[in-house]
């Protein structure tokens, strides 16, 4: 039985896969793949319903919903990678330096890792966005700023668990320097269940980028994200539903397609802890 | 976690509420929605339309308008003119009481009145009474002596009022919120919570009943009312911010009246409960004249000449006018000839004459606008339009209404989006706004020529000359010097139940409620409500 769940969890994982797939390249080809500019306002084709000319229909200002999709694929997932990965430099530096010296210094590594924590995301995200100002360079650092804690624990709390295993206890008792401890032993064994927490993070930081332009703190128009079209949509969907579905929809099945992934991923990488959060 | 999720929230509360006060309903109530809570109810304080749509229900001043806007007798009964227009005599009524029984006397308007124009008071409408003399001088702390502003109760129901020059429209200033009379010993016993239902004394047809914060407030018909009763027993004022949510309420039984937002607008023309009328209400650009670019009137022509208004009053869907002058349709002096047309290439000639052919080389500058589904429309079109016939690009800024209001004051953005709805229908009221230094003119700009045909035409009596100056104002502020680009004129568009009789809409948007009545409210409320 847990055989078949695991198949079942991998195939999920292969259908994500090549769905995220497909969507980083039609995001990376918007300007070949989106038959309009995100822009391009088109005064006799305001509000159509989705159909031949316009996939998912037009806006209030006839630009086409399908194109701004695409374009703010490309904003949305950017914003999504560069959080992630910003947030896994930083935490990884973090965590194991904290885990690594341990003692006094851990603690109060850790301690302001959970000041960072306890502090409301959404809050911190738009009073950082206040201070930055608003547009994408803003949103990417302040959802960085908030989103390396959660990495910074979990490579702790690995390095910590690796620290006490024996071939580290041989490197040290061999001499080995910390760098090369460090670097060499204990990080490469933490890349499976840091890259399990990159594809977590990485909904995450798209969620949090369409609350964020959702409540009016995001990209500033005309750019288009899939937060803010799903902002425009909201507006009107009492009489024009097919402004909030896709964008809506999109959100959904990528948020959902990265954490299926990220799933079977924890089950490949990182079987040991498989099922610790799901209980 | 956003506010738009405790908006659903709150609207399931409210139509809960709603909906078990419905069952238990006997008396003829009026529901409407508010867009917001009242930010204030102190009228020498009010500027905004919530506050406003209360405190025209529960006050009165020396006059009212009629359904055509023309001031007619309220507390005063009569008044005379004299001294060539320099002095206004207004005569009370005897008969009109406070909620407490006092008489309503020339005192309590007297005490109003320079209330609103005591510094200390900080009323941004102060400037309304300008026309007093020494009203500015003591606004402005020139003078500190109340006694040397030109109003006076001569007795308690004679009050003088003295002005600078002839104003024939002072009579509609009088109708306005700000000029209601006030009880000095409520105000100075209460402090600021003498706007509480408690507390408050008032004159109206109706009275302030509850006011739940953030919920609603319900007006009470006022049974010490001088005039005829008003049918409605009951105003149940329900704090709906989200106009989606309020078109439900609607629909759903639950509101007698709603104002349509821009996107349902397509949806309900042809709708029997349908009701649109032009609105005194202008919508316009300005510009900070003294930022660069802006600074240079050849960009600020460029950016009016730019603009496609038809195609925005066409996705817009409301019924709004494009207009190229600020005086709206409907007002005296209104002139559809005054204004900068749209014309591209003329627009990109002269922004090739200031030092930016095509566009090239042009700053990155911000528009600024209040948080507001219009607005943003507004202002994206704008972005694509400047962008494709000038080759400019803009950045937009949208802003919570109270900072953006501060943020104009403090340090106007180089573009940035305000309206203006008439206080009363005269064009002294829409170009008074322009003149050097005034408290709403955040565009920096000044210009003596402009200011002394304003205050020429102000005091002008024969109607013919008054046009014409107003014309050539109006050359200068949007032909000559362009401090602002005048967009569209508003339309209201509303539903309304059939079973409502006598509800007047004016092109001022102000809401008496004293002459509206429910015809068989039961039959139309089951028609409406369905679920029940």
């Given amino acids: 039985m847990g055989n078949a769940r695991l198949h079942t969890g991998h195939r999920r994982g292969w259908i994500s896969l090549i769905f995220l797939v497909a969507l980083g390249t039609a995001a990376l080809g918007a300007s070949w793949f989106a038959p309009y500019g995100y822009q391009q306002q088109d005064p006799r084709a305001m509000l159509l319903p989705p159909g031949w000319s316009h ?75 206040v201070l930055i100002g608003r547009g994408a360079i803003g949103i990417l650092l302040a959802l960085s700023l908030v989103s390396w804690v959660t990495v910074a624990r979990v490579i702790r709390g690995e390095v910590l668990k690796i620290c006490t295993q024996e071939y580290i206890v041989a490197a040290r008792a061999a001499g080995a320097p910390h760098r090369v401890i460090l670097f060499r032993h204990i990080l490469p064994n933490t890349a499976g269940p840091l890259l399990v927490t990159v594809i977590y993070r990485i909904p995450a930081a798209i969620l949090a980028e369409s609350t964020l332009s959702f409540i009016g703190l995001g990209v500033p128009p005309p750019f288009s994200s899939w937060g803010t079209l799903a902002n425009d949509g909201w507006a009107a969907m009492k009489f024009y539903p097919h402004l909030i579905i896709f964008p809506a929809a999109m959100i959904f099945a990528t948020i959902l397609a990265f954490n299926s992934l990220g799933e079977s991923a924890r089950e490949r990488l990182d079987p040991g802890r498989t099922g610790t959060r799901r209980g | ?189 209460f402090g600021e919570q003498w706007t509480e239902p408690r507390n408050m004394v008032t004159n109206g047809p109706f009275r302030l009943e509850r006011w739940q914060h953030d919920y609603k407030v319900i007006l009470a018909r006022n049974p010490s009312y001088y005039g005829p009763p008003p049918a409605l027993e009951r105003v149940e004022m329900y704090v709906v911010p989200e106009p989606n949510t309020a078109l439900t309420l609607y629909e759903t039984g639950f509101l007698e009246v709603v104002n349509l937002p821009p996107l349902a607008i397509p949806r309900y023309r042809g709708h029997p409960e349908y009701v649109t009328a032009p609105q005194l209400r202008g919508y316009y650009y300005g510009f900070n004249v003294e930022k660069k670019p802006f600074s240079d009137v050849r960009v600020r022509k460029a950016f009016a000449m730019a603009i496609d208004k038809t195609r925005l009053t066409r996705i817009l869907q409301g019924g709004e006018i494009p207009t190229n002058s600020w005086v709206p349709k409907g007002m005296l002096a209104y002139n559809p000839e005054i204004g900068l047309r749209f014309n591209p290439r003329e627009a990109r000639r002269l922004l090739a004459e200031a030092g930016y052919p095509g566009g090239k080389g042009f700053p990155r500058v911000k528009a600024v606008f209040n948080s507001d589904a219009v607005n943003s429309l507004v202002g994206e079109f704008l972005q694509a339009q400047w962008r494709e016939h000038l080759g400019v690009s803009i950045d937009l800024d949208n802003q919570e209404w109270k900072v953006y209001l501060k943020n104009l004051k403090a340090d106007p953005p180089p573009l940035f989006r305000l309206g203006w709805g008439a206080d009363y229908p005269d064009p002294d009221n829409f170009l008074n706004l322009f003149v050097t230094g005034g408290g709403n003119n955040n565009t920096k700009w000044g210009n003596l020529r402009y200011d002394e045909l304003i205050a020429r035409a102000a005091g002008e009596p024969d109607e013919r000359t008054r046009v014409d100056l107003y014309n050539r104002a109006q050359k200068i502020l949007s032909e000559e010097e362009v401090p602002i680009i005048p967009l569209f004129v508003a339309a209201q568009n509303m539903l309304l139940k059939p079973y409502v009789r006598g509800f007047e809409v004016n092109a001022m948007d102000i809401l008496y409620l004293k002459r509206v009545r429910l015809a068989d409210p039961k039959a139309g409320r089951n028609g409406g409500s369905g679920k029940g």
């Fill in chain 1, 55 to 129: 996939l998912m229909g037009t806006d209030l200002l006839g630009r086409d919903l399908f194109s701004r999709m695409l374009y703010g694929a490309r904003l949305s997932l950017s914003i999504g990678l560069s959080t992630a990965l910003i947030s896994v430099l930083i935490g990884t530096v973090y965590g194991a330096v904290s885990g690594y010296v341990g003692g006094r210094t851990d603690n109060v590594l850790m301690r302001w890792v959970e000041v960072v924590y306890s502090l409301p995301d959404l809050l911190l995200i738009i009073l950082i966005s």
């Fill in chain 2, 1 to 189: 976690m956003s506010p738009k999720h405790f908006l659903i929230i709150a609207l399931a509360l409210l139509v809960g509420c709603a909906q078990a006060e419905g069952d238990r309903r006997e008396t003829a109530a009026f529901r409407m929605n508010l867009s917001s809570e009242p930010p204030t109810l102190d009228w020498s304080l009010a500027t905004d339309n919530v506050s406003f749509d209360v405190i025209t229900n529960i006050m009165e001043g020396l006059t009212q308008f009629d359904k055509d806007l023309h001031p007619r007798p309220a507390v005063a009964q009569r008044w005379e003119v004299l001294d060539g227009g320099r002095r206004l005599v207004f005569h009370l009524r005897k008969d009109v009481r406070w909620t407490d029984g006092k008489p309503v006397t020339a005192r309590d308007f007297e005490y109003s009145w320079k209330r609103l124009l005591n510094p200390a008071t900080a009323a941004e409408y102060s400037y309304f009474l300008y026309d007093l003399v020494n009203a500015k001088e003591y606004n402005e702390g020139k003078i500190t002596d109340p006694n040397l502003v030109g109003v006076k109760a001569l007795d308690d129901f004679t009050l003088e009022v003295r002005l600078i020059a002839p104003r024939a429209y002072f009579p509609s200033i009088t109708t306005f919120m700000v000029t209601f009379p006030m009880r000095r010993d409520i105000v100075e016993k």
